[in-house]
């Protein structure tokens, strides 16, 4: 069996607690992956309750984390559960957005110093509203990223980086971005929680995934599986629905969940997305449910169906716990080649203390290709580069592969590493790497499939990668670790 070693207390960890999400990135651009806590969801209804401060761990790099909170200029008091790095500038330094309860959302720019300056207000970002997740990614291929606000019990918002206002500089701190929701045709659910932005058709345009967040009754909780139930039977219901919101490419969406088969009550809280089965298009798993005991409903797993359609395998998969779900991450974490899924179950109360779930995914024959990406000008975690793939299928065709730098949906994060399933292919014909911050183009040919890569930016040839692969109950090693320096 694999074992992991509890170091907390070594960690400098001890006594931080009543965390209810997090989001990683290297904001300092050290190398080291950095920790954002997020407290205080849910708690708006209750006035000083809602009222805890989030916290910054900077990695120190030698196994311990520094609580910088303060000194970095985040501190605050506002109920949230919902926070995303970006580089909305595209200055190479990673920004903080934080969605808040009926509370005014933050927007931390970067001072490439340690420290940060809150600009919300001033950047045409003045949202006070109840606000449960948050995505970015950049809708209108710009090369700025753009800003999506899922809320419950109103309008949801999508947040247009028209870019600096006054004349382009090293670095600009006067910015503007604009509402467009209602005009793009982003404005429902009106009771959403879990959302993202990715290309779950591979047009290479940004589309929007947004899962409602309320059955039969207009309460706080949500109480009553009813309509839930009258889903599962082909009922008539009042409960929100998922929406998929493919890019028509224009600055507008279309809203396809019927067509594409989730036009269903699923109710998450957590949600993520990933590749199940390496045929390069993306897959999702919902994490389900409320605090009340009365909604242990099962967890959801949608499979695409070639941009098609998604297929319900909740049930073939095994996924489908009856636990309150929460974070989900997808990644291949014995580096077989294949992606796993880790997600938080259990809720906020003692008696709904559940394990969390590990699924070992079983593999497939489809090809893969790994990418690490490395920022040197852009930003180091490479967050919002964009990513084509061009691989000759069997039948000699053509086709093309798209995805972005992201650690995945809200509530639930992945690794930056980008892990591409290639279906039944011959050959990688061509990767081409879109760096945000130069706007510049790296291409590389003829890379081998099932390989893993590190690219740093501008680099002319990528690096091969090799991790050590194990059986999560034997432990057996398939072949050997090479550490490599990512500069």
Excluded at 52 to 66: A, D
Excluded at 153 to 169: K, R, T, V, Y
Excluded at 220 to 231: S, T
């Amino acid at each position: 069996m694999v074992h992991l070693r509890k170091k907390t207390i070594e960690a400098g960890l001890e006594g931080l607690v009543g965390g209810l999400n997090m989001v990683h990135a290297d904001y300092n651009n050290d190398g080291h992956m950095d920790v954002f806590i997020l407290r205080g969801g849910w708690f708006s209804e209750f006035g000083e309750l809602g009222k805890i401060p989030n916290s910054l761990l900077r990695n120190n790099g030698n196994e311990t984390f520094s609580d910088i909170t303060e000194s970095a200029g985040l501190l605050s008091y506002y109920p949230t559960q919902t926070a995303v790095w970006w580089d909305y500038n595209n200055d190479g330094w990673l920004d903080l957005f934080i969605g808040n309860e009926k509370n005014p959302c933050e927007l931390y720019r970067n001072n490439r110093d340690g420290t940060f300056t809150e600009c919300a207000k001033s950047v045409g970002i003045d949202v006070s509203k109840f606000v449960k997740g948050v995505t970015s990614g950049d809708y209108n291929n710009d090369g700025r990223p753009d800003l999506f606000l899922s809320i419950f019990g109103a309008s949801n918002m999508l947040f247009q980086n028209d870019g600096p206002i006054s004349e382009p500089s090293d670095y600009p701190k006067d910015w503007k971005f604009t509402e467009l929701g209602e005009k793009a045709g982003l404005s429902e659910p009106k009771y959403s929680f879990p959302t993202r932005f990715w290309d779950f058709n591979n047009d290479g345009w940004e589309d929007i995934f947004v899962c409602g967040y309320r059955t039969d009754g207009e309460g706080y909780l949500n109480n009553g599986v009813a309509g839930i139930v009258a889903d599962y039977l082909d009922r008539p219901h009042k409960a929100e629905t998922m929406r998929l919101y493919r890019n028509k490419g224009d600055g507008t969406f279309d809203e396809v969940s019927e067509s594409m088969n989730l036009d269903k009550v699923v109710l998450g809280m957590g949600c993520n997305y990933g590749d199940l089965d390496n045929d390069g298009w993306l897959d999702f798993y919902v994490g389900t449910g409320n605090p009340s005991f009365a909604m242990l409903i099962p967890n959801r797993m949608f499979r695409n169906e070639k941009g098609k359609l998604f297929q319900d395998v909740t049930t073939s998969g095994g996924f489908g716990h009856l636990q309150k779900g929460h974070g989900v991450s997808f990644g291949d974490i014995d580096h077989d080649g294949d992606q796993d899924i880790y997600s938080v179950i259990g809720g906020a109360f003692t008696g709904d203390n559940y394990m969390n779930v590990l699924f070992e995914n079983p593999g497939n024959e489809n090809k893969w290709l790994t990418l690490k990406l490395v920022g040197q000008a852009s930003n180091r975690s490479a967050l919002g580069s964009r990513i084509k793939v061009i691989v000759t299928t069997q039948d000699g065709s053509k086709r093309m592969i798209h995805r972005t730098v992201s650690a995945g949906g809200s509530f639930g994060a992945s690794p930056f590493r980008q892990e591409i399933g290639l279906g039944k292919v011959k050959s990688i014909n061509s990767v081409e790497i879109f760096w945000p911050y130069s706007g510049e183009k790296q291409i590389y040919h003829n890379l081998d499939t099932n390989t893993c890569y590190l690219i740093k930016e501008n680099d002319k040839q990528p690096q091969k990668l090799t991790f050590e692969s194990f059986d999560f109950q034997k432990r057996n090693v398939r072949h050997d670790h090479e550490k490599i320096d990512e500069g």
